[in-house]
């Protein structure tokens, strides 16, 4: 079964669906209220996060467990969640975002 990435207004949504529509319906059926931006059919049935992408390679701290803490504290909320973020490691906006991102995608 195919892996998609779709990214909404909101979110980066990834799921395992037999073809786009199936896809669709799933983010759909999650966020009602979502934009869908962007659908990609992944070239494999894997999703990996590059930690050299996101600046973490050599840190002396686990940005993904800030970055999971900063999401829980927001429920989710992205934006609120890169601030606080930011505040906490002192990173810029750009960073903050992705390491966000990246880890709103693994389910915090």
Same mark, same amino acid.
């Given at each position: ?54 600046? =973490? ?17 927001? =429920? ?33």
């Amino acid at each position: 079964m195919p892996l998609y990435e779709i990214e909404t207004d909101a979110h980066i949504f990834i799921t395992w669906a037999d073809n786009e529509p199936a896809a669709t319906d799933a983010l759909v059926d999650a966020y009602p209220t979502d934009t869908i931006l962007r659908l990609t059919r992944r070239p494999r049935n894997s999703w990996v996060i590059s930690k050299s992408a996101l600046g =973490s390679v050599g840190t002396p701290i686990d940005m993904c467990s800030i970055a999971r803490d900063c999401l829980s504290k927001s =429920s989710g909320d992205k934006l609120h969640a890169i601030r606080l973020y930011m505040a906490e490691t002192g990173s810029d906006l750009e960073k903050a975002r992705r390491i966000i991102e990246s880890n709103m995608v693994m389910g915090w």
